[in-house]
């Protein structure tokens, strides 16, 4: 059975990948408009990726006698400056994602849930790759700066990311 103070975090956990996917749906969105159609489609996957670690919380929650709570949908941004700005937001999101997770981790050991801890191993390594990706496309950007035929194959290898990572996730899936 989870202790309030964990059954609280995990919820305000929940509600920040709820709104990490509503956020990437937007700048999905945004980049379709903008005729980036590698880049929307990674960014859409993402948005993807971010319910379905939303939806393994509210299971486990669920499974351990507390209540996963379905957060309210906010309004996220739906214009972006650039491209670079959309990654470098997300960098900045991510990190404190990390953060937040690293908090929730230490509320585990502080009330003695070994269980939740060690579920929430899957966060911490999952953390690290969405840091780590986010930071080599933002370094990506700056090499490319205003070079409009850079960005064109830049959109190009999102496109292939997006699909290596929409099989990567079918794969850990079938791993379930
Ligand atoms: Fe859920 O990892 Fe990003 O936010």
Known sequence: MLSANVSKALNKQIELEGSSSQYYLAMASWAETQGLNGVS????????????????????VNERGGHGVVPPLKQPPTTFKSVKVVFEEILKHEIKVTDEINNLVDTTL??????????????????????????????????????KGGLYFFDRDLEVLAAESTGAEEEKGKGK
């Open 41 to 60: 489609a990674f960014l859409y996957t993402h948005a993807d990726e971010e319910r379905m670690h939303m939806l393994k919380l509210i299971k486990f």
């Open 110 to 147: 502080k009330e003695k849930d070994y269980t939740t801890h060690n579920f929430l191993q899957w966060y911490v390594s999952e953390q690290i790759e969405e840091e780590a990706l986010a930071r080599q496309i933002v370094d990506k950007l700056k090499l490319i700066g205003d070079d």
